[in-house]
C-alpha cells in the first residue's frame, strides 16, 4: 500500500446503540407504562479502526463484547449511532445511491452458519448466480461464471444443481463463499466463519481464505474467539472488550508483548503451547453486562492493577510504540 493511498476501511469514533431485547412481558409490562422503557446498550462505543488493503485484521473479545456489531457496520450492512465508516476515504452514508450499493457489493460478509443464510429452496446454481445476474456483472455464459465460482471456493461445479441441505458444514461454508465471491468483492468480513466446523475442516477453510487472499488480494476482517486461529492467520489484530477497542498492534506485537491488562489475562489463561484452540473461559471476575459497563475502564473490577483513577477516567487507546496501541493508564506512567 503506498503511503498516499486511503486505508480500505476507516472506522472513525463509531458507536451503535441498541434497545435492550426484552422478552414478550416486558415489553408488554412497558407498553403498559409498569416499567421503564427500554435501556440502551452501547454495543460498539467510539471505535477508531483502520484496515489497510491486503492485510487480515483479526477482531477478538468476548461473547457480546461488540465484535458482529462492528463487522456488520464495517460490511455496511448496519449504520452507525454515531461516527463514520468510510471505505477508500469515502463515507457509506454519504453516497449517491448507486454508488452506495456498489461500494457495499465489494464488501461481503461470511457468517459462522451458512445454512441459515442460504435460501433452502433454491439449488447451488442459482444461491451463486443470482446476486452477480442482478447486478449485472456476468459479461458471458451464466453457468460458466458460477463454475467457475464454485471452482475457486473448492467445490465440484457437477453438484450445482442440489440444494444446501444436501452438502455438509464445511461443503456449505464454500457455498457461501462462492456467492460471496460471484460478486468480486475485495474485502470480506468472516464473522465467526469457521466457529462451527470440525478442526480439520475448519483448517481446509482457514487454508481456503488465505489462497483467495493470495489469488484475489483479498483484504479480511477476521471476527473469532479462537485465539490460535487468530494468531495463525492475522496480520495485526484488534482486542475488544464492551464495545472498546482496548490493544491493536500487529500479531507479533499482541501475542508475543501484550501490552493491556485484559489482553494479558485472555493469553495467560491457556499454555502457549495450547494455542490450537484457545478460547476465554478462565479469566478472573464476570464479564460485566453491557447494559451497565463499569464506569472508566470497563476492565476495572477484573483487573489486577485497577487503580483509583482507572474507576474515574475511561483511558484513551494510543500508540504506546509504533504501530501499537493500548488504552490502558498504565501506560501514563512510564
Ligand atoms: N439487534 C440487536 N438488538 C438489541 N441488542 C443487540 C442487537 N444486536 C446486538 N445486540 C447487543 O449488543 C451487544 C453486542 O452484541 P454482538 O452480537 O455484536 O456481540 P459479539 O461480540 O458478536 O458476541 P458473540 O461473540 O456472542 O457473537 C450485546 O449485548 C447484544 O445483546
Ligand atoms: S486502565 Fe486501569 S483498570 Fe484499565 S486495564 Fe489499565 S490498569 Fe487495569
Ligand atoms: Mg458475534
Not at 483479526?58 to 461516527?83: D, F, I, Q, Y
Not at 463515507?91 to 452458519?113: C, E, S
Not at 478472573?284 to 475502564?297: I, K, R, T
Amino acid at each position: 500500500m503506498s503511503l498516499a493511498e486511503p486505508p480500505l476501511l476507516e472506522l472513525c469514533g463509531v458507536s451503535r446503540l441498541f434497545a435492550r431485547r426484552q422478552d414478550m412481558i416486558g415489553r408488554l409490562a412497558a407498553r403498559a407504562g409498569l416499567v421503564a422503557a427500554p435501556q440502551a446498550v452501547r454495543a460498539v462505543d467510539g471505535v477508531d479502526l483502520q484496515v489497510r488493503r491486503g492485510e487480515v485484521l483479526g477482531l477478538v473479545g468476548e461473547s457480546g463484547c461488540g465484535k458482529s456489531t462492528l463487522g456488520r457496520m464495517a460490511a455496511g450492512l448496519l449504520s452507525p449511532t454515531r461516527g463514520r465508516v468510510l471505505y477508500r476515504g469515502a463515507d457509506f452514508a454519504a453516497m449517491p445511491a448507486g454508488a452506495a450499493r456498489r461500494a457495499r457489493l465489494t464488501v461481503q460478509m461470511i457468517f459462522q452458519d451458512p445454512y441459515a443464510s442460504l435460501n433452502p429452496r433454491l439449488r447451488v446454481a442459482e444461491i451463486v448466480g443470482e446476486a452477480p445476474r442482478v447486478h449485472g456483472l456476468i459479461d458471458g455464459d451464466e453457468q460458466a461464471y458460477v463454475d467457475a465460482q464454485l471452482r475457486r471456493a473448492g467445490l465440484d461445479p457437477g453438484y450445482k444443481r442440489r440444494y444446501p441441505h444436501q452438502f455438509s458444514g464445511g461443503q456449505r461454508q464454500r457455498i457461501g463463499i462462492a456467492r460471496a465471491l460471484a460478486v468480486r468483492p475485495e474485502f470480506l468480513v468472516c464473522d465467526e466463519a469457521v466457529a462451527a466446523l470440525d478442526v480439520s475442516i475448519q483448517a481446509q477453510i482457514i487454508n481456503l481464505f488465505m489462497e483467495l487472499r493470495d489469488q484475489l488480494g483479498l483484504t479480511y476482517l477476521f471476527i473469532s474467539h479462537d485465539l490460535g486461529v487468530v494468531e495463525h492467520l492475522s496480520d495485526r489484530v484488534a482486542i475488544m472488550y464492551l464495545g472498546r477497542i482496548v490493544e491493536a498492534a500487529a500479531v507479533e506485537q499482541v501475542f508475543g508483548r501484550p501490552n493491556h491488562p485484559y489482553t494479558q489475562a485472555l493469553l495467560a489463561e491457556v499454555p502457549r503451547l495450547e494455542t490450537r484452540r484457545r478460547r476465554f473461559t478462565a479469566i478472573a471476575g464476570e464479564l460485566p453486562s453491557p447494559l451497565h459497563p463499569p464506569a472508566g475502564c470497563h476492565f476495572h473490577p477484573r483487573c489486577p492493577h485497577a487503580m483509583p483513577r482507572c474507576r474515574a477516567e475511561a483511558p484513551v487507546l494510543r500508540e504506546i510504540a509504533p504501530g501499537h496501541r493500548s488504552a490502558c493508564h498504565l501506560n501514563d506512567r512510564a
